[in-house]
């Protein structure tokens, strides 16, 4: 494993502001500083990003004071493959307790991958498999903790080798021999069912006299039965054929009844509909002959409608024509109106006596503000006289209409 970054959020000493770390650049390095400086807590976040495990006793003791919660993110490089290991962890409370979060993603072609387990612990699982090293390897080889630098040399010999075994990936040879073991299996099970054929296929050999007889006889009774087979298709395909020319016999014949049965039906509703058209043409033959007499007040009656109609619908059109200046007048006398009360607003501010214009700020004088209220209040009775006019032509305008629509 080979670090690239390292970010800390809240993690000991190391509040927001912590600058990210990047191993990049240099192969030796020498962390030296005061007592409490963050020098150790550099290398609990690398262990608790990774493997979750650091010098204190909960995770929670590793937030900042104050604080509730933390977060590390460490990259690395594991042959040529950068990986991303994302933990947090909030703070539990009286009455929850504390969550932790781990996320793993591989770098691509695309940028960083989510790898992430189904859970946490398949996720550390994962770590563990890349990095083929859990936290106690890692605190017995690369680290040597402080107060703990003899804990390699007071562990059980079988302890010892199974340290020794992690740091040098012996656990390969375990696998290869495992995967040796099965190869052989496969190929003894394979040997024996490839022995078990050349048995059968022997004894099958020493009967190859009796078989080639049997073979004969087949092929002669097969010949034989071929040659009925033959003649009893060419049978059979004529009894197709013919069985076919009967189906078609028989459909035709079924379209030709449906046809005769359709023209039956036709023709007995074709009578009926001339005698009914009979029927109707002495109808109207009466008829015509009522209306016939009566042509002449009819036609008056008629030319009397048409003028009637013609005369109402000028009238409409006065209606539509009234209807539509109302409108306008109304418009205009709201506009009119609208006017008014501004030239009133206007009148009200110049008539409270002040020496400057109260709308632009310009000093005018008495004489001034005189002239300017004499011209709005001419200006008033000219827009309230065309108010009056309008109005007057709308109530005109009214009438005409109410009595148009009667």
């Known amino acids: 494993m080979i670090p690239i970054k390292l970010a800390l959020r809240n993690f000991m000493c190391?509040?927001?502001s912590a600058p990210q770390l990047y191993f990049e650049g240099f192969h030796v390095a020498c962390l030296c500083g005061d007592n409490g400086n963050g020098k150790s807590a550099l290398l609990d976040a690398i262990t608790w990003a990774l493997w979750g495990k650091a010098r204190a006793r909960?995770?929670?003791d590793l937030i900042y004071l104050g604080e509730a919660e933390m977060e590390v993110e460490f990259e690395?490089?594991?042959g040529h493959t950068n990986y991303r290991v994302l933990r947090k962890r909030v703070k539990g409370g009286l009455k929850r307790a504390g969550q932790t979060?781990?996320?793993?993603?591989?770098e691509t072609a695309q940028g960083f991958t989510p790898i992430t387990g189904n859970s946490i612990g398949e996720t550390q699982r994962k770590i563990i498999e890349i990095l083929?090293?859990?936290?106690q390897t890692f605190i017995n080889s690369a680290l040597l903790l402080q107060g703990r630098s003899d804990e390699f040399s007071l562990k059980r010999p079988g302890e010892r080798k199974e340290v020794l075994?992690?740091?040098?990936?012996?656990s390969l040879y375990d696998d290869l021999e495992k995967l040796a073991r099965n190869s052989s299996k496969e190929r003894e099970l394979e040997h024996r069912s490839r022995s078990d054929d050349l048995i059968r296929i022997g004894q099958q050999v020493g009967q190859r006299e009796k078989y080639e007889a049997e073979l004969r006889e087949t092929q002669e009774a097969v010949s034989v039965v071929s040659g009925d087979i033959e003649k009893k298709e060419i049978a059979l395909n004529n009894l197709r054929q013919y069985r076919d020319t009967l189906k078609f016999k028989e459909e035709q014949n079924k379209e030709i009844a449906r046809q005769i049965e359709q023209a039956n039906q036709q023709l007995h509703y074709l009578g009926g509909r001339a005698q009914e058209h009979r029927s109707r043409i002495?109808?109207?033959?009466?008829?015509?002959?009522?209306?016939?007499?009566n042509s002449a007040g009819i036609k008056a009656q008629l030319d009397d409608?048409?003028?009637?109609?013609q005369d109402l619908g000028k009238k409409r059109e006065c209606v539509e024509e009234l209807s539509n200046r109302i409108h306008y007048l109304n418009s205009i006398n709201s506009q009119l109106k609208r006017d008014m009360e501004e030239l009133k607003s206007k009148l009200v501010l110049l008539g409270q006596g002040e020496a400057e214009c109260p709308l632009c700020g310009t000093e005018l004088g008495v004489e001034g503000r005189e002239r300017i209220m004499t011209n709005y209040e001419v200006q008033g009775k000219d827009k309230g006289d065309a108010y009056r006019v309008n109005l007057s032509e709308i109530q005109q305008k009214e009438r005409e209409l109410v009595a148009l629509r009667q």
């Open 14 to 16: 190391y509040r927001n």
């Open 58 to 60: 909960s995770d929670d």
């Open 76 to 78: 690395f490089t594991v």
């Open 101 to 106: 979060v781990l996320e793993l993603q591989v």
């Open 132 to 135: 083929r090293m859990d936290y």
């Open 165 to 170: 075994a992690n740091i040098l990936g012996l």
């Open 282 to 293: 002495e109808r109207y033959e009466r008829v015509l002959s009522s209306y016939t007499d």
């Open 305 to 309: 409608l048409i003028r009637r109609e």
